[in-house]
């Protein structure tokens, strides 16, 4: 069974197919450019562009970088903050013509690695993170999702974490591997202390290149992994979501 799954970004749109016996993209992926500034109406461009690539008809997931509670979009983070507030399961089902799912993008991402990924089978308490333009997280307990925990936001060092160890900081101030690692064993630490998880599970794009930096993270007790659908694992879980409505 196949069905649409869609991950909203800071930088970047992204969409395909979902086999959903195999957890895995029925084609490859299509993506566009997150629009700048991100409004409402140029993100749902965007998504619409994905989709209508391949003329797709039928159930679609999608996922958004904020919390989101019974398809509206509580906070706006990363995009333009007409999204608060926002009906947006309503308005991207009225302008995709076909049923929307829409749910937070690390929840998504979640979902699919305890499913099919990294996560499969895991007992206790496990966190992903997903380290991008911002940091997404998705908290389980005994495999059942703790939804919009928005761990990136966690203050440290008086900012918000992920302005300090999100993908786009080692970018932006142009960090060694070594120094990102740094920061991101200081946040580790931090949430660590918080709700000592059993697995850290590490998502978003930065997971392709994980032997660069997950060797580098000293003194955390939780087992640390890479996320093994890396940056598609978003896409996977909106599909899964966007099946079970």
Known sequence: MNVFGVDIGGSGIKGAPVDLERGDLAEPRHKVLTPHPATPDSVIDGVKEVVDHFGWS???????????????????????????????????GERLGMPVTVLNDADAAGVAEMTFGAGAGRKGTVLLLTFGTGIGSALFLDGRLVPNTELGHLELHGHDAEKNASTKAKEDEDLSWEH?????????????????????IIGGGVSRKAEKFLPLIEGIRAEIVPAQLQNNAGIVGAAMAAAKR
């Open 58 to 92: 039928g159930p679609v997931g999608i996922t958004f970088p904020g919390v989101v509670t019974d398809g509206i979009t509580r906070t706006a983070a990363n995009v333009d903050k007409g999204w608060v507030d926002l009906d947006a399961q309503k308005v991207l």
């Open 180 to 200: 990102w690692a740094k920061r991101v064993t200081k946040y580790l630490a931090h949430v660590e202390m918080l709700f000592s998880p059993s697995l850290f």
